[in-house]
């Protein structure tokens, strides 16, 4: 079990439609991330966010969206995507910017067709 | 980020102590030496930090070398639940106010064999 909560555990999209990836956690921490994975490939850092902030957006396409509504809540929202864009998402969170570890959540696993 | 480089894979006997190596020779004074692991279907878990010292938790031991160029992460007593990628990962600390900014290497795919 794991303390970042990501919903759904599966999404199948069409290229055309509009989705939205949830992540929450309940642990006071004040950064979220987002990461992309493709198969058999290291996570890749797409958003930081800090305090609600967009701290970092690491040149990723804006058919990705991200939003954090509050401190505890993180959705990465999804607009006409490529079937290249099918990865496994992963949202992780922190408590500060010190040496503190990232929790990450076990993803979306995301198919686009 | 200092560039990190560990071996594609490895293996090791159920009971016996898993030995991951991760070179960083490029590691400046501040930069911090951590290591994930991410078993099958799972996100990353993190497992263990250094700065100069050797560290020890519950779950394994870092020794670092004396010119910090590398270390080497410690599973004592592998299981067969220790099958995992295990990715070691030099982080500048506190970038940003309140975050951070982790970047994975390919990492080591380790299999624990019975």
């Known amino acids: 079990d794991t303390e970042v909560t990501q919903t759904p555990k599966h999404l199948v999209m069409g290229m055309t439609n509009k989705k939205s990836l949830k992540c929450e956690q309940h642990m006071g921490h004040r950064a979220m991330y987002w990461y992309k994975q493709k198969a058999k490939k290291p996570p890749e850092l797409m958003f930081v966010y800090s305090y609600e902030k967009l701290s970092i957006n690491e040149s990723v396409p804006s058919r990705f969206s991200p939003e954090c509504p509050n401190s505890s809540l993180l959705n990465l929202h999804l607009h006409a995507l490529q079937p290249e864009d099918s990865a496994l998402y992963l949202c992780a969170s922190s408590p500060r910017g010190d040496n503190s570890p990232l929790h990450f959540g076990n993803g979306t696993r995301l198919t686009v067709t | ?114």
């Open chain 2, 1 to 114: 980020d200092a560039k990190t480089t560990q071996p594609t894979s490895m293996d090791c006997a159920e009971g016996r102590a898993a030995n991951l190596p991760c070179n960083h020779s490029t590691i400046s004074g501040n930069e911090y030496v951590y290591w994930y692991r991410q078993i099958h279907s799972q996100g990353p878990q993190y497992i263990i930090h250094g700065l100069k010292n050797n560290e020890t938790n519950e779950m394994a031991s870092l020794i670092i070398t004396e010119d910090r160029k590398s270390s080497t992460l410690i599973l004592p007593h592998a299981t067969l639940r220790d099958t995992a990628v295990y990715y070691c990962i030099v982080r500048v600390p506190f970038i940003i106010q309140g975050a951070q900014k982790l970047v994975f290497g390919q990492g080591t795919r380790l299999t624990i064999n019975p």
